[in-house]
């Protein structure tokens, strides 16, 4: 890794090929890092991929996972897998008009539809599954199966355990225990389906190593960065398998801040300090060891939560919540061993209210921070000065929970809040700090040379936030890809639900809400002057 670099940051499953099966997938992922690396990037910061629900409705949010060790297949590209090559003429007719059905899907900009999506492509890898496989590609999985261990086996169950009887909220109370007898009779019983999910695992993984490999190839010098949720979904499989590890009767969120005024309530079960120390850690460092397994680096979100979390009590609201803490010494050095072993960087999202010594903490142990020019003030709330930026971080102009920079201009993050009813000030109030925000901004623009004249138009302002991060002495500089083509929608809005927004359901587009695919990027004339500013800035 350089002295300073730059990566593009992009959620997956918006962004989508001509041949996606209406979701970005890991072919998309290998598509776009070849081009990225081409293009003089260092890295590609991406979602969390972690597995999702097997039976409809499925969460949308990436962050809220059923299990953070295994991945979502619905990231599979079902014509890539080498068995494809031992399908019948028939079979394979399975597989073109499952891809048909969603071709409508995957030209829309409209909301993506993860149940309609992943139906079709489990439906295909069912057909590719049952063409079975060579000897040596048998022994390969068999391979895997194996060093995944008890983990891969338990989850798989409980995969085919909701296939069966659907939701793990509507099982009966006899199979609750993942250890009874009733449940090992079931596995029993459902050993081809565990198999299946099995196998899901070890295709998705392979995918995932031609990400890298390919990312590598193309230059870049991290390639794939992972991002590592903070918690998981209190209905998955890690709370079935691993129950005595989280905390009952609470879960976790954050306090009001100015982004999200009345708190945020995530949903999520924490682990119990007491019993993560008595496990000897062993969740933390299996999930660790699964997200740099195929990554040059990992985010780590929300990296607070190995010190402390905000635990709501089941009941309450989001304000009524405390901090609980939890043996950092312990679980960072886990992480920063884990790092050592693969080689990684680690990178620890450290925004909000942060005691001073904890990024102290992090930076003298080689953990890199968040800085995100919105955030990063001086007195008066203008522009933290470039050079007074931290060296030892990932700089970027946004983030996934704030709009894409055209769009924050804009103000589309005050208009949504206020018809959603999440403001609690004045409309206009906002409206009047929004401006001030952005005057002084311009400003702060103007006095380093990062855009010209009066009345800068909405691209120079979003070119020239650009030209101020590559200016800072982070180490690594990272820019949207929504920025990049022009986006204006936010791809999250926190304190909502799927009643209000089509949170983690939104296809890259560009500023006229026409989607912008992947072959498109390199004729994308926003995006070559973006990038190329940045090869010049930077690198």
């Given amino acids: 890794l350089g002295q300073h670099s730059y990566g593009v940051m992009t959620q997956l499953y918006s962004v989508r090929s001509n041949d996606s099966w209406g979701i970005g997938d890991l072919d998309d992922l290998t598509e776009l890092s070849s081009f990225l690396g081409d293009e003089g990037a260092d890295f590609i910061l991406i979602n969390p991929l972690h597995a999702s629900e097997v039976v409809p409705p499925l969460t949308d949010s990436p962050y809220l996972p059923v299990t953070r060790r295994f991945v979502n297949p619905i990231y599979i590209r079902p014509e890539n897998i080498a068995e494809v090559a031992r399908l019948s003429g028939p079979q394979r007719s399975l597989l073109h008009w ?5 071709r409508p899907l995957n030209t829309s900009a409209a909301p993506i539809d993860r149940d309609v999506v992943f139906k079709a492509k489990r439906e295909a890898l069912e057909v590719i ?3 079975g496989r ?3 590609r048998q022994r390969d999985f068999e391979r895997f199966r194996a060093e995944q261990g008890d983990g891969l086996e338990r989850f798989a169950l409980w995969c085919a355990l909701c296939e069966k009887y659907g939701p793990m909220e509507s099982w009966p109370e006899h199979l609750r225990d993942a250890n009874s007898a009733f449940v090992a009779n079931e596995a029993h019983a459902l050993a081809g389906r565990i198999d299946f999910y099995a196998w899901l695992q070890w295709i998705v993984d392979e995918q995932l190593q031609r990400a890298q490999a390919e990312a590598k190839a193309s230059g870049m010098s991290l390639g794939i960065m992972h991002d590592l949720a903070v918690g998981i979904n209190p209905h998955g499989a ?6 005595e590890v989280f905390a009952a009767g609470v879960s976790v969120g954050a306090p009001p801040d100015v982004y999200s005024q009345q708190g945020q309530n995530w949903s999520q079960p924490p682990w119990s300090p007491r ?3 008595e496990s000897g850690y062993t969740p933390l460092r299996d999930m660790v060891r699964a997200a740099l397994a195929n990554a040059g680096a990992v985010r780590i979100d929300h990296i607070l939560g190995m010190f402390r979390l905000w635990w709501i009590p089941e009941g309450c609201v989001a304000t009524e919540g405390t901090y609980v803490y939890y043996d950092h010494e312990a679980m960072m050095g886990i992480i920063l061993l884990e790092a050592q072993r693969a080689g990684a960087v680690v990178i620890g999202e450290d925004l909000g209210v942060v005691e001073p010594w904890v990024r102290d903490y992090l930076r003298d142990r080689g953990v890199l921070g968040t800085s995100v020019v919105w955030f990063e003030k001086e007195g008066g709330g203008w522009p933290l000065r470039p050079e007074h930026y931290r060296d030892r971080a990932l700089a970027a102009v946004n983030i996934h929970d704030l709009p894409p920079t055209l769009g924050y201009i804009r103000g589309i993050q005050t208009t949504l809040r206020s018809e959603l009813g999440l403001l609690t000030d004045d409309i206009e109030t906002v409206r009047a700090a929004d401006r001030l925000e952005l005057d002084q901004v311009a400003a702060r623009l103007h006095e380093y040379g990062c855009i010209d004249g009066a009345e ?7 070119e020239g936030l650009y030209r101020y991060v590559a200016k800072v002495p982070s180490k690594l ?9 022009g986006d204006v929608r936010p ?3 926190p304190g909502t639900g799927a009643d209000q927004y089509p949170n983690w359901c939104v296809p890259l587009c560009d500023s006229d809400g026409e989607e912008v695919f992947i072959e498109d990027l390199p004729s994308n004339e926003r995006l070559t002057s973006l990038f190329s500013l940045l090869r010049g800035s930077v690198n």
């Fill in 275 to 277: 019993s993560l120390a």
């Fill in 477 to 485: 500089v990272v820019a949207s890809l929504v920025d990049a083509v």
């Fill in 491 to 493: 791809q999250n809005m």
């Fill in 456 to 462: 800068p138009s909405e691209r120079d302002m979003v």
């Fill in 98 to 102: 499952g891809l048909d059905e969603l």
């Fill in 129 to 131: 599954y049952d063409a």
């Fill in 238 to 243: 890690d709370v079935w398998t691993t129950p």
């Fill in 134 to 136: 060579s000897r040596s």
